[in-house]
């Protein structure tokens, strides 16, 4: 059994930034790919950004330029480094660690950009 903690969410005016952390009870970077997702109230949950066992990442065209993920294998943690925050990147944050036999989630953390 895995477990993740998410932390790092808050209240940000709009084009400030944020870093994410999440953080796995045991070393799973090279077993698990590891993704980010957010739900904004009334809407489906959508796939942010990944970061695959080895190393290659991609996002959604929405945060493309703004938002980096990343992570320490020394700390077990994963980041989402959010930057030029914009209103509608309002929701709440999921880690998920993920491969083709199970998933895992995190509990989420809320962002929220107002001003």
């Known amino acids: 059994q895995v477990q993740l903690v998410e932390s790092g969410g808050g209240l940000v005016q709009p084009g400030g930034s944020l870093r994410l952390s999440c953080a796995a009870s045991?070393?799973?970077?090279?077993?698990?790919?590891m993704k980010w997702y957010r739900q904004a109230p009334g809407k489906q949950r959508e796939l942010v950004a990944s970061l695959s066992t080895g190393g290659s990442t991609d996002y959604v065209d929405s945060v493309k330029g703004r938002f980096t993920i990343s992570r320490d294998g020394v700390k077990n943690t994963v980041y989402l480094q959010m930057s030029s925050l914009k209103p509608e990147d309002t929701a709440v944050y999921y880690c998920n660690a993920a491969n083709n036999l199970r998933g895992y989630w995190g509990q989420g953390t809320q962002v929220t950009v107002s001003s």
């Open positions: 045991t070393n799973i970077f090279s077993i698990y790919a």
